[in-house]
C-alpha cells in the first residue's frame, strides 16, 4: 500500500494553528490542538481511523455564535454529517461503522453511569486528511451543531487489521460485473450463430 507524504513541522504548525480557532465551547479547539500534536508529530503516512463514542445532551446546548436551530441534539448530530459528507468523498474519507447501542453494557471495565448514544469510526488516508476536514473552512461551519448537540471521546486508530479500501471492493465488484457481462454476450453469440 502506498503512503501518504509525512507531514512536515511547518504544516503541523499551519493546520494546529487554525484547529486552535474552531468555534467550540470554552478553551475545547485549544485542548484539541494541543492533544493533536503528538499524534500528528508522529505521522507515518498510512491511513488512520477515528473512533467517535458520542453522548447526546438532553436538549440542544446553547452555543455563543452558533447558528439558531430547532431539533433534537441527534437531528443536529445527523445535520453536521450531512454537511460533512461532501469533503470526507473528496478526501476519500468515509464512515466505515456507524451504530447506537442495543442495550446496557454486557461488560464493563470501569463499573458506572458511562453510556454512549452512539458511535462511529471514519477511516482517513492519512493523518493529513483529517487535518484537512478539521481546516475546511466548512467543517468551521459545521462543527457548532455537534458542540450544540453532544459530547464525545475521538480516539485515532491504527488499522492494524482492515477491511480493505472501499475502492478495491469497489473496483473488484465492477470488474466481475464487466467479465460476466462480456461472457453473456459471448454465450448468446455462440447460441445464436454468430
Known amino acids: 500500500m502506498m503512503r501518504n507524504p509525512k507531514l512536515t513541522a511547518d504544516e503541523i504548525d499551519g493546520y494546529l494553528k487554525l484547529v486552535a480557532t474552531l468555534p467550540m465551547p470554552g478553551d475545547a479547539a485549544q485542548q484539541l490542538a494541543a492533544r493533536l500534536r503528538p499524534w500528528v508529530e508522529a ?3 498510512k491511513p488512520t481511523y477515528m473512533l467517535n463514542l458520542n453522548r447526546y445532551f438532553a436538549e440542544l446546548r446553547p452555543l455563543p455564535g ?6 433534537t441534539p441527534a437531528e443536529a448530530h445527523g445535520h453536521y454529517h450531512q454537511r ?3 469533503k470526507w468523498l473528496r478526501n476519500a474519507s468515509y464512515p466505515i461503522f456507524n451504530g447506537t447501542p442495543q442495550g446496557e453494557p454486557l461488560m464493563q471495565a470501569q463499573p458506572g ?3 454512549w ?11 493529513r ?6 481546516t475546511w473552512p466548512g467543517y468551521a461551519e459545521a462543527e457548532p451543531y455537534k458542540s450544540m448537540a453532544l459530547e464525545h ?3 485515532p486508530l491504527a488499522g492494524d487489521t482492515t477491511i480493505p479500501d472501499f475502492r478495491w471492493l469497489a473496483g473488484g465488484f465492477l470488474l466481475a460485473v464487466l467479465a460476466a457481462t462480456g461472457w453473456a ?3 448468446r453469440r455462440r447460441r445464436d450463430g454468430g
Do not use: H, M, T
Request: charged letters at 35%.
Open 43 to 45: 505521522d507515518d503516512g
Open 66 to 71: 452558533a447558528p439558531e436551530f430547532s431539533a
Open 84 to 86: 460533512l459528507a461532501r
Open 113 to 115: 453511569q458511562e453510556r
Open 117 to 127: 448514544d452512539n458511535v462511529w469510526i471514519v477511516r482517513y488516508p492519512s493523518r
Open 129 to 134: 486528511k483529517f487535518l484537512e476536514l478539521l
Open 153 to 155: 471521546d475521538l480516539i
Open 185 to 187: 454476450r459471448a454465450a
